[in-house]
């Protein structure tokens, strides 16, 4: 199960107000209404008030295909490896580049992403997902990570993953590259890292 700390909020705000996700995302990368042809509901290809998908685990209201793609991960110094799971899967239900911005609501469609926002199959050079915050070395507690804006996910039994949405919010692009802090300086990055 996916932390409550994050999708609990997001459910309420989901359910009461669709203005605030218009607002949040409209006319950024996540507004698909030009993508995908005669779509009004900004929030509809992600999410849907009723017959959402019951197999995502704790997703909320989840609306979108799951990508069936395998993944080349980045391996950590625990030798993580396997494909991604948790919240970081709904990313990469878009961001695979394969799996049709247009497949919702159990349709499939045809329109893929493109350019610099998709990641593809091989996440070996980018920042390791799906692994549980390091708890010794060269880091930040989790407590100041999450004081500082930054969210950490229970999945299952796992506590404290590092997932795509540790670091950026789908719902909000004010800091540019959806991130939830501002990384001017690195500032982001030491949120985590001491150095």
């Known amino acids: ?34 993508e995908i042809s005669g779509l009004s509901n900004i929030c509809l ?21 799951l990508t069936t793609q395998t993944f080349t991960m ?3 110094l625990t030798g993580r490896t396997g494909d991604p799971d948790g919240p970081s899967k709904l990313c990469l239900s878009c ?8 497949s919702y609501g159990g349709q499939t469609g045809s329109t893929t992403m ?5 990641l593809g199959t091989d996440l070996s ?11 010794t070395g060269e880091y930040n507690s989790a407590a100041s990570v999450e ?20 670091c950026h919010n789908p719902h909000n692009d004010s800091n540019g ?8 300086a690195s500032a982001l990055c030491l949120t985590c890292h001491q150095k």
């Open 1 to 34: 199960m996916y932390s409550k700390r994050l999708w609990a909020p997001m459910a309420l705000l989901l359910a009461t107000t669709g203005a605030w996700a218009q607002t949040g995302i409209t006319n950024t990368d996540h507004d698909l209404r030009n």
């Open 45 to 65: 290809p992600c999410h849907t008030p009723h017959n959402a998908d019951t197999t995502v685990d704790s997703a909320p209201l989840w609306n979108h295909a």
């Open 74 to 76: 980045y391996t950590t």
């Open 95 to 102: 961001h695979d580049g394969v799996t049709a911005l247009d």
């Open 114 to 118: 493109t350019g610099d926002h998709v």
């Open 125 to 135: 050079d980018d920042h390791p997902i799906g692994l549980t915050y390091p708890t």
């Open 147 to 166: 004081a500082a804006g930054l969210f950490l996910f229970d999945v299952g039994a796992d506590v404290d993953r590092v997932e795509c949405g540790s």
């Open 177 to 184: 590259e959806f991130l939830r802090i501002s990384n001017d």
